[in-house]
Every structure is written in C-alpha cells, then in structure tokens.
C-alpha cells in the first residue's frame, strides 16, 4: 500500500508528500476523517473540488439532513455517483469516510466508520459495522485533481471538522487494524526476531507453546487521527523497549484487577484503550508507519517481549475481549505509574 499524500485539518497542510502519483489515477483510494460534533444540523459539504482550468470536473462528498453520503465525482459531461443511506444517523460524532475506484473493473465502493469525539479512542460503545455502498462505472482521478484535493485548501473545500485527508493507491480495509511495528521482537523458539523479518511458516512462542504462522501481512497507516498507533512504555509493558502496536491490536493483562472486576484471569483489551497519556500514548512522530500482521492457524497469543498480543485467526478471541467501558474501567483502577503485568 502506497500514500500519495496526506494533510491535515480544514486548510489541508501538507503532512506529507509521498511518490507522484500516475498522471491519471484508474485506481485508488481517498480516506477522509471528521468531527461532527458541534456541528450545526443538516446539510453539510466534507469535501469539494472544482477544477479552475482545462475541461470542467470535480469532486464532491456532502452530508445531506437525512444522514446520507453523496459522492459525485465529474469529468467534463460525465458523472460518477455514489449515495449512502444510514452513514452518520443522529448524534454521529465523527466520520472516517473512504472511497476507493477501480476504472477497468467498473467498480467503486464508498465506505463510513462511525468515530467518538476524538477518533475511534473515544467511543463509548463497541464500534459500528461499516456502512458501505457500491457502485459501477467510476471514473478515473486525474493526477492535478489529486494534487488539489489533498494539499489546496480554502474556504468551502473541507468541513471545518476535518481531521486530516488521505490519498492512497488502494482504499484500506474498514474497522480498527491490528499489527505491531516491524522492530517488535517477537519470541521464537531459538530467540527473539523483529516482526518484520518473519515469514509465513516460522515458528513463534505462544501462550500455548510453539506454532507456525499461518500469514505474515503488511500495511502502511497514516500515523494521524484514528489510526495513529499506541506507543506502550517500558517498564511500565515490557521489559526491553517500547512497543509500538496499531489502535485496534489486542493485550492481554493480566492480575488482580481483572480477576477482582470481570472474574477473569487475563482480559485482552484493545491498545487503544490504554493511553493514559503516561505509560500509553498515540504516537504521532511520523507521517505513516509499517505494521507487521501475524496470524496463526488457530486463534492464540504470540508472546512479544513481557507481552502477549493476540494473533489474526479464525475463530473466537483466546481470552474475553473488554467492551471500551469496561476497559476504562479496568485502567483508572490500576495504579499510575506501577509496571503492568502483560500476559
């Protein structure tokens, strides 16, 4: 996965600047994150580019009063439209909206995640599906209209809610990701390798003793709103280093505090729920980072220095998986500053 570029807020500045991308783009993906919160009801525009030179065009996503999502896209006479009923109902406090094309294959797909105030962070409840319309017929997005849509900002071009706008060669798959920077040292058998160097087939330790990863996948994040990863502290988690794992990738912890709260051993809890601002906290430092993505034939814990992350498998969760205020709940009672113990 490739970014062409990234910007953040309403004036659209530049947080990065990744390869050109190809003067027309037949395929790719457009990531945009707001805050509605505050917002006044009805009819709002998200986004909205007009071509000021050469044959008309444009682009153009709009909130319409009934909580639906118009995506119209335009090249000279031609029009490519998008509706998604049901994407922000009432009390929608923010959006992670993405819409990806594929001109030769006449396909195109526009996507909704429902966001708390601040990002996925700060949903009090378990995360909405998706919500997700397709759409035959897109029309392929010209490399100066990229250009203008990621980095020209001005009155009128993005919700002043705007978090920050992406343009990628594919449109990243919804929900929240799991994964671990490639640097993690992950614990085999005959010692610990970082993340990255792993293959499909290698033997790491788990909680149940050696197995085989079943994949080994790579994804690059925006380091910015809801995907910004979590940067877990040593020696508060872990012994050796810190550890820098995706907002959706699940610990486990373990101790009194579960046991006493859940009647549960160990929990696994969502890194996202662990930013305390002290031993946990978003890392912003970069503009994207690569994450590594292990799974395992069946669903287990890979152990990660003092750490247990769950792996992707098919299958149940190996441990009960805390709902966000439950997790809230589990973290204010631990106290500040003491190391945790992590499976």
Known sequence: MTWYGLSEGEGGAGAMRGPAPPPVMARGGLVLEVALAGSRPGPATLLQHSRRSGWAGGLRLTLRGDGALLLVHSQ???????V???????????????????????????????????????????????AA????????????????????????????????????????????????????LVLTPSGSAPAGALRAGDVVLTAAGPA????VGRIELPMLGAF???????????????????????????????EYLFGEEEVLVE???????????????????????LALHR?????????????EAPGPAPRPVLRPHEAVALMSMREPGRPRRAG
């Not at 001109?103 to 909405?128: F, M, N, T, V």
């Not at 669903?299 to 792996?311: F, M, N, Q």
């Open 299 to 311: 669903p287990g814990l890979i152990l990660a220095d003092a750490l247990a992350l769950e792996a």
């Open 212 to 215: 085989p990863l079943a994949a």
């Open 84 to 130: 998604l009923d049901g994407a922000a109902p009432p009390g929608t406090a923010g959006l992670r909206v993405g819409y990806g094309w594929d001109a030769p294959a006449g396909r195109a797909l526009l996507l909704a995640e429902r966001l708390g105030p601040s990002g996925a962070d700060e949903a009090s409840g378990p995360a909405p599906p998706a």
């Open 271 to 293: 890194a996202r729920h662990l930013t305390d601002g002290r031993t946990g906290l978003r890392d912003r430092r970069a503009a994207t980072i690569a994450l590594v993505r």
């Open 76 to 82: 000279g006479d031609r029009d490519s439209t998008l």
């Open 133 to 184: 319309a397709t759409g035959g017929a897109p029309l392929p997005l010209l490399a100066e209209d990229a250009e203008a849509i990621v980095f020209a900002g001005g009155a009128g071009a993005r919700h002043p809610g705007t978090a920050w706008l992406g343009l990628a060669d594919v449109l990243p798959d919804p929900g929240r990701p799991s994964g671990v920077a490639a640097a993690t």
């Open 228 to 258: 910004a990863p979590v940067r877990l502290r040593a020696p508060f988690f872990g012994r050796g280093a810190d550890l820098v794992i995706a907002p959706g990738q699940r610990v486990v912890l373990s101790g009194i505090e579960p």
